[in-house]
């Protein structure tokens, strides 16, 4: 009975005889029938035994909502879950609210409007619903997000544009988002966005791309004088426009276009670790990876095959299978930092060599100190060093996913303060690789005994060669010794909403 009763004080009866239901997790869109007499009689009793019993707590309007209901049921139509719900509002005697069906196709969802003529209902209690309604599909979440929109028209195939246009946009739209979209028209250009961008004007920046697009996001805010409240201030998303969608298929756990635009709008502020990488002078920052050996090469040997989409790192890696790259080096991994070791390197870092570095390396305007030197120096004391003849792969990664098909770092957490590093051996035979890295879907290739799998908080990669592949989130750097420590909760991003299910293993 208490149910009951909660459902008439949580719905609304418009026009048609339609009622509108909140529930816990889901609204009922309902038609109110009549009954036929006897039930309506027995239907009646239970309305007023439910009424007598809360009389003392009972609100003026129960005598009403039970006279609208008496002698009539509802039959439901509909639910539609709360996630799915992008606007409602109440305007010229309706009732609209927008939202997102699935369709159970590959494209996820489609948008749908219900407007409905709220009848004898006064708008202010239909603003009620409507708030109530609101509050239950949003929760913390901002809503109506003010969003700066980058576009890679090249990404992928070369389908960035349009896929913003067909899927993005109309999401954006329907939430009543304030956006504004702009197309990079080359390399670099969206880092030379940030470094003058009005941080305040906007709640996130929105990279339609692949991983490249955030990378060079985070690098342009890494470059303003006001650095470390930048990056802590204006959310980095990606939605997956690209070739390799890690950040998206990491953070909002969904590689469908259509579902990660509606976990955006829904999106939770989240805290991100970023990683600082020192090569020679130059520091930059890495938000997803930094890659040397075989699968660097299968990714940055194969740009020639963009328009086979993700594919082209299969096809990579064949070929790297058959011709098995080795490269002898020396790494270093600093496994938990102890604050001698800290005080040790800041004292081995004096200002005038830290100035060479092209950030600003104050606390409170620029990028966080460096805890242990650059790659310049000599390796911090207490670090384990292994000293490789033939190695074939080393991964350090930040996220858990490098695409939709690739959990690499499969104990990897977004805000962990560490960077998981994985190595591989070149002596192994090509069979059993195989069978290794046929595992990596669900990151239980980590199992085998081939694969030596750490949580650092830095490390330092030295090749001993001077041909091969480096890339840092994707993009290529020189074949050079780099070395890389955490900054824990540097960034800040936005994660899919609590009642959202990743759809990825």
Not at 148 to 174: C, D, H, R, W
């Amino acid at each position: 009975m208490a149910d009951i009763t909660q459902d008439l004080k949580q719905t609304i009866l418009l026009q048609q005889d339609v009622a509108l239901t909140l529930k816990s997790d889901s609204f009922a869109l309902s038609k109110i029938e009549d009954l036929p007499t006897h039930r309506s009689r027995a239907l009646d009793s239970c309305f007023r035994a439910t009424i007598g019993i809360f009389a003392a707590n009972r609100n003026p309007q129960d005598s009403e909502v039970f006279d609208t209901f008496s002698g009539m049921a509802p039959r439901v139509l509909s639910t539609i879950p709360y996630l799915d719900v992008l606007w409602a509002e109440v305007a010229h005697d309706h009732l609209t609210i927008d939202y997102v069906h699935r369709t159970g196709n590959s494209n996820g969802y489609k948008l749908k409007v219900l407007k409905l003529a709220l009848g004898g209902t006064d708008p202010e209690t239909a603003e009620i619903w409507v708030q109530k309604l609101l509050d239950h599909s949003y929760g913390s979440a901002k809503r109506q997000k003010r969003i700066k929109v980058l576009v890679n028209p090249f990404s992928g195939p070369g389908k960035g544009l349009k896929k913003y246009q067909g899927v993005v946009e109309p999401i954006f739209k329907a939430a009543r988002c304030a956006v504004e979209m702009v197309e990079t028209q080359h390399q670099g250009h969206a880092g030379e966005m940030m470094r003058n961008l009005d941080i305040t004007a906007w709640d996130a920046v929105v990279c339609c791309s692949g991983d490249g697009l955030p990378h060079e996001v985070f690098n342009g805010l890494a470059k303003r004088p006001d650095a470390k409240h930048a990056l802590a201030s204006l959310a980095v998303v990606q939605l997956p426009c690209g070739s390799g969608n890690g950040m998206c298929c990491s953070i909002l756990g969904t590689s469908n276009l259509s579902l990660a635009t509606l976990y955006a709008v829904k999106g939770h502020l989240q805290s991100l670790d970023l990683v600082s990488v020192t090569q020679g002078q130059t520091r930059m920052l890495s938000f997803l990876s930094q890659n040397c050996g075989m699968i660097a090469e299968c990714d940055l040997a194969t740009e020639q095959l963009r328009f086979l989409g993700r594919y082209r790192f299969i096809v990579g890696f064949l070929q790297r299978l058959i011709l098995q790259p080795r490269y002898p080096c020396d790494i270093a991994l600093c496994v938990d930092a102890t604050p001698s070791q800290e005080s040790c390197m800041e004292k081995a870092c004096p200002d005038d060599e830290s100035n060479d570095i092209d950030f600003s390396q104050s606390p409170h305007q620029g990028l966080p100190p460096l805890r242990f030197g650059t790659i310049s120096q000599p390796v911090p004391a207490g670090w384990e060093v292994f000293q490789h003849e033939s190695l074939s792969i080393i991964y350090g990664g930040k996220l858990p996913y490098m695409d939709a098909g690739s959990k690499m770092f499969p104990r990897a957490r977004i805000d962990d303060g560490h960077v998981d590093v994985v190595r591989v051996e070149a002596d192994i035979p090509r069979t059993k690789k195989l069978r290794v890295f046929a595992r990596i879907g669900d990151g239980s290739y980590v199992k085998n005994l081939e694969v030596d799998y750490r949580k650092v908080v830095a490390y330092r990669f030295v090749p001993r060669g001077k041909d091969g592949y480096i890339s840092i989130d994707g993009e290529k750097i020189p074949f050079e010794a780099f070395q890389v420590e955490v900054h824990n909760g540097l960034g800040l991003t936005l994660r899919r909403p609590e009642n959202a299910v990743a759809d990825l293993p």
